[in-house]
């Protein structure tokens, strides 16, 4: 420091010391990033936690923020009774499944390894004791299902609880319903708290958890994903040959609708416990086994509620619900090319079905009861043609969750003169998916 200061001229050596003092007293924030960087930088490690029953239908929407590869943080409420979810971002999507749950803090962690490749994690956690009433920070989430919206604001308290810590930061950035579970982040891009409630009647009085609590996750609380998998294990070998039996008929049915190749490298394999009401829908689908694919997992987990109801409760019957594991496999490679050249061809004869069905099913073919109260939904009915090229089944595969409307959808097309099967399908037999869409002429879809 002496010898850089002697090639400063005299005059000048005041003016040196009183910058250099004066870039010493400025405070680090003074350094901070813009709200643009801010957002180019948060942004990367939120995305969108979609909830849905067991027929896939979405039930919520929420957000949640990336901790590390496939962990993601958002609010217990985001999924509570959820059956099934999905983690999304910019067109992309995976399965999550729960982690961690604490409820008492409303802090929940999902794990979605598929998502690791379109999310990455946060910069850091800020400790609650850095934490000032008047710093700017930044919510970053999906409110109303707009996702990556960023919102600014100030911390305007720090809500203590009976210990004295620090359980709610209070800020003026605005978040709204879909928000819970986003970010909170300063102005360094680093993660201040989840974003998690606000009061309606009120002006700017929003919440958040603080970042740190997630460091707790893990040691407050059991880890959910091996729970099921050790219970699964358990059970194995106390299911009964009834109940094998089914479980096997199951796993065929779904293993028909998977269409994903085999690695080079062997066979891909998942694992899935399922717990199936009476009328064939399950109300939860686990993850027991990982075939180290995600994206066969993920293919899998599709498949299970592509062939929803599991089974005709008409030809079944059992009280309450029954649990089982089904095994699914990724398919020989001769097979695949087998269905991709199949593709055009039933294409083809489904969209010449839907031709026939017309885009939305017509208002005389509306149930009244339907059309009075505004009922509108889709049902698909997958179309099973027989060997000798007629009509062999119809399964609704998609509910519209309102019966009158599945019934007619089935009725509807039982009307329908078939189009004649492709010379590539003649002697086989082969399915369709086709939609139903109901709504009255004026509010048609």
């Known amino acids: ?17 009183l910058w250099i003092a004066t870039l010493l007293a400025i405070s680090p924030r003074a350094w901070a990033l813009d709200a643009e960087q801010v957002f180019e ?20 929407i929420g957000s949640g923020v990336v901790i590390a590869a496939g962990e993601i943080i958002t609010n217990c409420h985001v999924v509570r009774n959820a059956v099934l979810l999905q983690v999304k971002k910019e067109g992309r999507s995976s399965p999550a ?12 962690q999902l794990r979605a390894s598929q998502a690791a490749s379109f999310s990455r994690p946060v910069r850091g956690l800020v400790a609650t004791t850095d934490l000032r009433v008047g710093q700017r920070v930044y919510a970053v989430g999906s409110p109303r299902g707009l996702e990556l919206t960023l919102s600014d604001g100030l911390i305007s308290g720090l809500r203590q609880g009976a210990d004295g810590s620090i359980e709610r930061i209070q800020t003026t950035a605005p978040i709204s319903p879909g928000s819970s579970g986003g970010g909170l982040f300063d102005q360094d891009g680093r993660l201040v708290g989840i974003t998690t409630s606000h009061f309606k009647e009120s002006q700017n009085l929003n919440f958040a958890l603080p970042a740190t ?32 039996d089914y479980a096997q008929k199951v796993q065929n049915k779904i293993q028909r609708l998977i269409t994903y190749p085999s690695t080079p490298g062997g066979q891909l394999r998942a694992e899935f416990g ?11 689908v686990d993850l027991v086994q990982s075939s180290g ?28 619900l029954r649990n089982f594991r089904v095994v699914l496999s990724a398919l020989p490679g001769e097979q695949i090319q087998t269905k991709s050249d199949d593709y055009p061809a039933l294409k083809h004869f489904q969209q010449d079905i839907e031709a026939r069905v017309g885009s939305v099913v017509a208002e005389q073919d509306y149930p009244r009861d339907a059309r009075e109260r505004g009922w509108q939904g889709l049902t698909i009915v997958r179309v ?25 959808a089935v009725a509807k097309m039982r009307e329908i003169q078939l189009p004649k ?15 139903f869409r109901f709504a009255p002429r004026e509010r048609e879809l």
Do not use: N
């Open 41 to 60: 930088k948060a942004s990367a490690s939120v995305l969108t936690v979609e909830s849905q029953d067991a027929a896939g239908i979405t039930m919520g």
């Open 421 to 435: 099967v492709p010379a590539e399908l003649s002697g086989r037999e082969f399915s369709v998916d086709v939609p």
């Open 384 to 408: 099973t043609i027989g060997q000798d090229g007629h009509l062999k089944s119809l399964t609704v595969v998609r509910s519209s969750r309102f019966a009158v409307l599945d019934e007619r």
């Open 97 to 108: 499944y729960l982690h961690f749950a604490d409820t008492a803090r409303d802090l929940c």
């Open 274 to 284: 399922i717990s199936v009401m009476a009328s064939g829908w399950p109300v939860r």
């Open 213 to 244: 609590w997630i460091l707790e996750l893990s040691s407050r609380q059991p880890d959910l994903i091996e729970q099921r998998k050790k219970q699964a294990e358990g059970k194995k070998g106390a299911e009964s040959a009834e109940v094998s």
């Open 293 to 320: 694919d995600s994206e066969f997992d993920a293919k899998a987990r599709t498949a299970i509620l592509a062939a929803c109801p599991l089974h005709d409760a008409q030809e079944t019957h059992f009280d309450g």
């Open 1 to 17: 420091m002496v010898k850089w200061l002697h090639l400063v001229p005299r005059r000048s050596v005041y003016g040196v010391a």
